[in-house]
């Protein structure tokens, strides 16, 4: 039984930083793809970035070069680095998973966590 459960959501204010953390498990081998979605009140969820099984990363254009990606040694949690933060930030956060293929697109995902609140206030 795969689950996947994030923490270190939060309110924070403009400029500010947070990490959000992803522990996954019940994956029968490690050859998965994890990323981040959010989701902001009455928008679609989309794809914030992205990271394969051998460590490639994708980021949406919002969040290269103020977020960052990556996985703890184990390969069983995953992080997001935020930094920068900004108003159009706030959602909800999601980490999710695909055995199969990997991209920003969340169709790809069927492993879903529920969710962490980031709230970024002016």
């Known amino acids: 039984q795969v689950q996947l459960v994030e923490s270190g959501g939060g309110s924070v204010q403009v400029g500010d930083s947070l990490r959000l953390s992803c522990a996954a498990s019940?994956?029968?081998?490690?050859?998965?793809?994890m990323g981040w979605f959010r989701q902001a009140p009455g928008k679609e969820r989309e794809g914030v970035a992205i990271i394969n099984d051998v460590g490639i990363t994708t980021y949406a254009d919002s969040a290269k070069g103020r977020f960052t990606i990556s996985k703890g040694n184990a390969g069983n949690t995953l992080y997001l680095q935020m930094d920068s933060l900004k108003p159009e930030d706030t959602g909800m956060y999601y980490c999710?998973?695909?055995?199969?293929?990997?991209?920003?697109?969340?169709?790809?995902?069927?492993?879903w966590g529920q969710g962490t609140q980031v709230t970024v206030s002016s």
């Open positions: 999710a998973a695909s055995t199969f293929l990997c991209g920003l697109a969340k169709r790809y995902y069927a492993y």
């Open positions: 019940g994956f029968t081998d490690s050859r998965y793809c």
